[in-house]
Nanobody, 123 residues
Framework: VQLQACGGGLVMAGGSLRLSCAASGRTFSNSGMGWFRQAPGKEREFVASISWSGASTFYADSGKGRFTIARDNAKNTVYLQMISLKPEDTAVYYC?????????????????WGQGTLVTVSS
């Protein structure tokens, strides 16, 4: 599975962005997906995950109520809709595929990673 993330950019606090992650390969529709982020000088942290069917989603506390993960298996794409963005959301955002039907909060369980897309939220 190859992953290509896009949709990042510069936005003012309170604004919105939608990240997309396009996947190639036959295993996408059978794979759990996750979004992670890494701010400068910090460790990579979990943002959201979604099971292969989309029936199960999970969010880090930092994004609950503001972030929504979704997927379109027909388009081999997973999305992260972000609203009410805060300066502390500034980071490089990565999408990842687990390679199995489950999604995880631990980044070490993900086999495939996109290149990342930068989100900058100004105050």
């Amino acid at each position: 599975v190859q992953l290509q993330a896009c949709g990042g950019g510069l936005v003012m606090a309170g604004g919105s962005l939608r990240l997309s992650c396009a996947a190639s390969g036959r295993t996408f529709s059978n794979s759990g997906m996750g979004w992670f982020r890494q701010a400068p000088g910090k460790e990579r942290e979990f943002v959201a995950s979604i099971s292969w069917s989309g029936a199960s989603t999970f969010y880090a506390d930092s994004g609950k109520g503001r972030f929504t993960i979704a997927r379109d298996n027909a388009k081999n794409t997973v999305y992260l809709q972000m609203i009410s963005l805060k300066p502390e959301d500034t980071a490089v955002y990565y999408c990842a595929a687990s390679g199995d039907s489950y999604s995880y909060t631990d980044h070490t369980w993900y086999k495939y990673w996109g290149q990342g897309t930068l989100v900058t939220v100004s105050s």
